[in-house]
Each structure stands twice: as C-alpha cells, then as structure tokens.
C-alpha cells in the first residue's frame, strides 16, 4: 500500500515536470522531505495532499491511488519494482514501466468518458461534498493503516519490522533508557571544552543524558550524539550551537517525539567533569540524566507526566528542582544548596551532605529527604493540610531567624536545643515531607 503511495506521488509530480527540490519549495518543504514520500518511508498529511491536489489540478484520491488504470491502483504488488531511491528517472516517451507502474499499463483501454447526464449530476455542490468527503475519509483510512504497517510489518512477522530492519543493537552502555535495545547512533559532533561554561538542553521525546567518560573516548572534547530508533535526515537531527560561552542542545522539533524515540548524550571528559559552570536541562523528555560532574549551579525540570529525572555522583554548590507531572525522581549527590518546587509525583533526595540551605514546597506527592545521620538541624515548616515527620532525634524548640518569613519563628529542633541554624524551610499543601537518616550515606563527620 505504501509503495503504490509513493509510486503514485512521483508520478505526479513528474508529469507536472517538477523536480522533488522545486516540489519542495513550492509546499515549503525540504526536498528530503518529498524524497521520503516518493521512497515509501512516509506520507504526506492532509494539509499537504489539499496542496498538491491545487498544484496538479488532480482530486487528493487521484493522487494517491493513481488515474484508474494506471499505477498501483491497477497492478498487482509482486509486479511493481523496488521503490524509488531518490530522484527518480525521467519519465520515458512509451509510457511507465518499471518502478512507475506495470509493464503492460500503456496497453490498458481508456475508461469510457462520462455521460451528459452523470457531468450534470456531478456539478451539483451537495454532491461534490459528499464525493470530497468520502474520498478524503477513504484517504485517512489508507494512510493510517499504511503507516501502521510501516511501522509493526506483517502479523506474526516481527523481523520485517521497520524498526528491526534499520535499526541496530548499541551495547556500549552509552544509551541506559534503550527503547525496546533498537537504536541507531544518527549525529555526533564534538566541542572545545575551554570555550564552555554552560550547558543548556532542552530536549523532547526521548531521554536527555550528561555523563563522564574516559578522556580517550572522545579525545577530550564534549561530545554530543544522538541515537534514535529510525534513521533521521540532517534537518531531524540534534540542533547544537554555542552562543557565547552556553553551548545549546536542542531537538530539532518536537514533532518527531510522535514517530521515534530520540535520546541524546553529552559525553564529558574525565579531566574536565567540571568544565560546566551552570548545567540547565528542561523539556518534555521521558528522562533526564546526570552523573559524575560537578559544577556551580543544577537546574532541572520534570514539566509532565512522562518526564523522570535522576543524578547520581554529583556535586554542586546549588541544585533548583521543580517536578509538576506524577512522575519519580532521584536527586543523589553532594548539594550545599536545594531549592525544591513539587506539584504531584514522588521526589527522593539524598544529599551526602548537610546542606546548608533547604527550601522545599510541595503542593502535592511525596518528598523523602534522606541526609547524614548527624546534625544538627532546625525546620521551619507551614503545614496546611499534609504531613511531616522526620526520624532524627528530636531535641525541642527554638525561636530562629527566617530569612524567607523573613522574622523569628518557631523551628523543630533536630540534634541540639540550641540549634539556630542551619535552618530548613519546609512548605507543604497536601503533600507529604520525610526527613530520614541513612547511616551509610555520606562521608564520615569532621
């Protein structure tokens, strides 16, 4: 069904004497884009057949099925050629054998022309409508189910999977959120670590990773490579740049999250783990991932349902969170500051150190602050319909200076009675905080 698509588009457009990159231009495409229609790797949406069926003076059915007769309509699969590679060949002056149609197409008799009464009745509106209407509802028909077997292949046949064709096994470890272990290494450039201070990614689809590496992995520089489970033209690709100092990550659009999955990883040197200064990753994802770096500043955001986040081994000065969507994050590393916003979902975070700072407002979800097994510590906490507990020995009240309320409150003391700082502000709605102590994290006490 996809192969007649396509072989019906290129014929077409070459009967019109358009070349696939003037086609383009002419719908504001690439002409990659009408390559793939013509190749049988995708099919043009509706808004684009309304246009070709303007551009060609051809019904949206004529163009895809073809003038009855003629084309894929009017032959059987096993006696049309492989699909086109790319441009295809000029039209020949007989007629169009090969990839074009059957061989014996030519030779089939023209369809009988329409009668006066049958040219009356079809300039009736009501009647045009309702012909429009059943052939675009016949085309949304035949597109959905051609993609739908372009993607999962023949029943009870997985090996001619789209995906299993083209895609290939990564066992590098690179990619820890494989899809379904189907992925394709599709970009890969390198950057100078001295010209970066920051890093900021902004990804959609699949999972966004920053992690270290041995310096002889990449030759010392930043790498940024993406790996997808279906091949990618150079305009689908990761989008990098460096303005000013920020070197940008970005997917090339976020349509493409509908039709593959996409992660990209950004490989850090080993001697350069803190090359960043401020690393800012945010999206609609399904994961974000850091390990092993240290820098400045950490900001991350989990804007959906579908977006997890988790550190492991970092170090920063400052780590800012927010997490909107019922989804699970782990936030492991050393943190001296923490900046916490939860609307929903679970949150656990495992400082191997007492930060000096903690602010944490949790709307919703549950928060686990998991900390060294010293102190001491006070919390100042605004309950308005959750819950708190925290499993440190209590050892009483103290009036502490709040800098976010901004005068003295009442504070739990955690540790020591006298305890006036650090101070932890606490804000929960109706979610839930817990503060609990693990002896085996962390460094020893000096």
């Known amino acids: 069904m996809l192969d ?25 495409l690439s002409r990659q884009a009408v390559s793939k229609w013509e190749r049988g790797e995708s099919v043009p949406d509706l808004v684009n057949l309304m246009a070709l069926a303007d551009l060609y003076g051809m019904a949206i059915d004529e163009i895809v099925r073809g003038p009855r007769g003629e084309g894929g309509s009017g032959c059987d699969e096993a ?26 197409a030519a030779d089939a008799p023209p369809a009988p022309p329409a009668g006066p009464a049958t040219s009356a009745l079809l300039q009736r509106p009501a009647v045009r409508a309702a012909i429009i209407g059943c052939s675009i509802a016949v085309l949304v028909i ?37 899809y379904d272990g189907r992925l394709m290494r599709v970009a890969s450039e390198d950057f100078a670590p001295e010209s970066i201070d920051r890093l900021s990614v902004d990804w959609y689809g699949g999972a966004a990773q920053v992690y270290v590496v041995d310096d002889e992995e990449t ?68 994961s974000f991932e850091v390990r092993d770096i240290t820098c ?20 920063a000065e400052e780590l800012a969170f927010s997490q909107s969507g019922r989804t699970q994050s782990t936030l492991s590393g050393s943190f001296k500051q923490v900046r916490l916003m939860q609307n929903s979902g679970g949150v656990k975070l495992v400082d191997a150190i007492m930060p000096e700072l903690l602010e944490a407002d949790v709307a919703g979800g549950d928060l686990v602050v998991t900390l060294p097994p010293w102190g001491p510590f006070a919390v100042d906490v605004v309950n308005t ?9 209590r050892a009483g009240t103290a009036l502490v200076y709040s800098e976010r309320a901004g005068r003295e409150v009442e504070a739990l003391c955690y540790g020591a009675a006298d305890v006036v700082e650090p101070l932890y502000n606490l804000s929960i709605g109706t979610g839930r905080i817990s503060i609990v102590s693990d002896v085996d994290s962390g460094p020893v006490k000096e």
């Open 385 to 393: 319909g959750g819950a708190f507990s925290c499993d440190f020995d």
């Open 296 to 315: 400045r500043q950490l900001t991350l955001g989990a804007a959906s349902d579908s977006v997890s986040v988790r550190t492991s081994g970092v170090t």
């Open 219 to 286: 030759g010392g520089m930043i790498r940024v490579c993406e790996d997808s489970t279906i091949p990618l033209t150079e305009d689908e690709v990761v989008r990098c740049a460096i303005k000013g100092r920020t070197l940008e990550v970005s997917s090339a659009h976020a349509g493409l999250m509908l039709e593959a999955v996409q992660h990209v990883n950004i490989q850090v040197p080993r001697s350069v783990a803190d090359a960043f200064d401020i690393v800012d990753m945010s999206g609609l994802a399904s």
């Open 4 to 28: 007649d698509i396509a072989v019906n588009l290129a014929r077409a457009r070459m009967a019109q004497g358009l070349s696939q990159e003037e086609l383009g231009n002419q719908l504001g």
């Open 79 to 104: 006696e049309l050629s492989e699909p086109l590679e790319d441009e295809p060949e000029e039209l020949p002056e007989d007629g169009l054998p090969g990839a074009f149609g059957c061989e014996d």
């Open 142 to 178: 035949s597109i959905l189910g051609a993609f739908v077997a372009l993607k999962m292949g023949p029943a009870g046949d997985p090996a001619t999977s789209s995906f299993a064709k083209t895609a290939q096994q990564r066992d590098d470890g690179a990619s820890s959120f494989a």
